[in-house]
């Protein structure tokens, strides 16, 4: 079984530690959690994914709260708590289910994955997103089953206007393992009506790795998953 998409890679993303192994981090999250501290509400104290807080505290028991709202405190609408319980219980349900995978799930997965994300363009194997987490799991499925010379890597980065891109460089780096050196210079998109520096604060990162061979051969898992038999639902 493979544990939470650790690989023998020393720049392997290992959601079950978080970036790098925060251990510190971890330890406050689930104290955190155990004051009743929702899932976002952790992950930006922390600064951290909510994804990975999601698998740091999925045994610790949460119990809605009421907030504090200056002198006032009241008791939050039940709709919302019943809401947030729903989220949180399907949340722990997918973190139990998902809790190791084996190779072939993992190659599957990693497969799917680039079947909606991943570029369809010849000649490079490429995958944007906004999410750290998605581009952990592409990058550790890449290294675990492919033979990837890492002085091929490269990267690019799409970052609004008034946003730091050094330091955005520097966790999307940390992320992929790809380092800041073998970045293109990054495209800086101008801010929209209404943009918000909250929304996206790292960009969106796409990690390059140029090999027509390879993305030929990525293409044709995509193909055989897509027509391969499914289940009957009966």
Same mark, same amino acid.
């Given at each position: ?5 650790? @690989? ?7 959601? =079950? ?15 955190? /959690? ?8 952790? =992950?930006s ?7 990975? @807080?999601?698998?740091? @505290? !999925? ?9 504090? !709202? ?8 039940? +709709? !919302? ?7 949180? =219980?399907?949340?722990?349900e997918?973190?139990? !289910?998902? #809790? ?7 190659f599957?997965?990693?497969?799917? +994955? ?7 363009? *010849?000649?490079?194997?490429?995958? #944007? ?6 581009? #952990? ?5 890449? /290294? ?9 890597? /490269?990267?690019s ?17 940390s992320?992929?393992?790809?380092? @800041? ?6 495209? /800086? =998109? ?40 499914? *289940?009957? *639902?009966?």
């Amino acid at each position: 079984m493979l544990g939470r998409f650790t @690989v023998s890679h020393p720049h392997a993303y290992l959601p =079950a530690m978080g970036y790098g192994g925060k251990a510190a981090e971890r330890e406050r999250a689930r104290d955190l /959690r155990a004051e009743s501290w929702t899932l976002a509400e952790i =992950a930006s104290e922390l600064g951290v994914a909510k994804s990975s @807080v999601s698998i740091w @505290v !999925r045994d610790v028991e949460f119990v809605p709260k009421p907030r504090n !709202r200056g002198a006032d405190e009241h008791r939050p609408h039940p +709709l !919302r708590v019943r809401k947030e319980a729903e989220i949180e =219980a399907a949340r722990t349900e997918g973190s139990e !289910r998902f #809790a190791s995978l084996t190779e072939d799930e993992f190659f599957a997965a990693g497969v799917m +994955l680039y079947v909606g994300e991943g570029s369809k363009t *010849p000649g490079t194997v490429s995958l #944007a997103n906004t999410d750290p987490d998605v581009i #952990a799991f592409f990058m550790a499925w890449s /290294r675990h089953f492919f033979d990837i010379n890492e002085a091929k890597w /490269r990267a690019s980065l799409y970052l609004h206007e008034g946003l730091n891109v050094g330091k955005a460089n520097e966790f999307w780096s940390s992320v992929s393992g790809i380092p @800041v050196s073998s970045f293109y210079k990054p495209y /800086r =998109a101008s801010r929209p009506n209404g943009w918000k520096k909250s929304k996206h604060p790292m960009g969106c990162f796409t990690p390059k790795y140029a090999d027509t061979h390879l993305h030929r051969k990525v293409i044709g898992f995509c193909d055989g998953l897509l027509s391969s038999p499914v *289940p009957d *639902p009966g």
